[in-house]
């Protein structure tokens, strides 16, 4: 099999396994994990850049236009990374799930809106579909789907921030947790003075999942870029359904959280639009192909 395949799937395959990380992390508050995520991140990610030798590079990139961008990225990963490990860690990982499946669709809309993309007609179609999926949703759950959109809405504006940004993945990251690092840093401070803090009070075991935080973020990223250079960008769009589609079958089969009949229906109708999306492309590409 390529090498590419493999490390996307790879990198897919652990982000859709995250939940049962957090899940044994769930006696710690959600913003000190959010914190250690952070913290730790940055240890390995700037460990990684010093090994690579990239750490004059990325101090040579910042300029005003990259911070302002950093500064945003950073804000829109730290609420996306906030909202699912809280989602997770309260019950709601089929509702997370689902925000994975929107999240491509809205990202397309977004470059509609704002880099000035078109779509063909029969695009319009599973948009359409899905956000009356969505809606079905909201009058099922008596709610709109607030922990799905907000995380489709996060990660898309943050692919749309990283769209413009100049610096690659390992350095566009490494600044954002360095910029999260301060708050996160006085957050965990804060807690230990007020003696809720979970690190170094919970057990070796609990200590080393905080750690290894900054493991699980990174490594997944690794795979992540090494698939990028190797395979086609049509192939990670539709390798990366792995994700959701684990978080789903975890929260439904690993944790039994409730998935109705009716919410089937709603979920149906996103599942529906994200494959008609994808067979468009790949139908439109095909044609493409054949004319050249």
């Not at 090498?3 to 396994?17: N, R």
């Not at 999260?180 to 170094?200: D, I, K, N, Q, R």
Request: with cysteine; proline share 5%; net charge positive.
């Amino acid at each position: 099999m390529n090498p590419g395949i493999v490390a996307a799937i790879g990198a897919y395959v652990s982000w859709g396994m995250l939940p049962i990380y957090w899940k044994l992390l769930g006696h710690v508050p959600t913003a000190q994990l959010l914190c250690h995520r952070i913290t730790w991140s940055f240890v390995v990610l700037a460990a990684f850049l010093s090994l690579t030798r990239r750490v004059a590079k990325l101090r040579s990139s910042l300029s005003p236009a990259v911070w302002s961008s950093y500064v945003l990225a950073s804000l829109l990963i730290g609420v996306n990374w906030f909202i699912y490990v809280w989602s997770v860690n309260a019950g709601y990982i089929v509702e997370a799930s689902l925000g994975y499946f929107i999240n491509p669709l809205l990202s397309v809309l977004l470059g509609v809106f704002f880099m000035r993309e078109r779509l063909r007609p029969l695009q319009w179609v599973p948009l359409g579909l899905a956000a009356a999926g969505v809606i079905y949703l909201t009058f099922d759950y008596g709610r709109l789907p607030w922990i799905a959109l907000s995380l489709a809405t996060t990660f898309s504006l943050y692919g749309l921030v990283k769209k413009k940004a100049p610096l690659g993945a390992f350095e566009g990251l490494t600044l954002e947790t360095g910029l999260l690092l301060a708050p996160a840093l006085v957050w965990l401070g804060w807690s230990e003075v007020a003696g809720t803090s979970a690190f170094l009070h919970a057990g070796a075991g609990s200590d080393l999942l905080l750690v290894g935080a900054g493991v699980v973020t990174t490594v997944p990223l690794v795979m992540f870029a090494a698939a990028a250079h190797r395979i086609p960008l049509s192939m990670i769009g539709i390798l990366q359904y792995i994700a959701p589609t684990i978080q789903f079958l975890i929260g439904v089969f690993l944790y039994h959280e409730p998935f109705s009949r009716t919410q089937f229906t709603g979920f149906g109708m996103v599942w529906l639009a994200v494959l008609l999306f994808w067979i468009e492309r790949w139908s439109f590409g095909r044609k493409l192909s054949h004319l050249t």
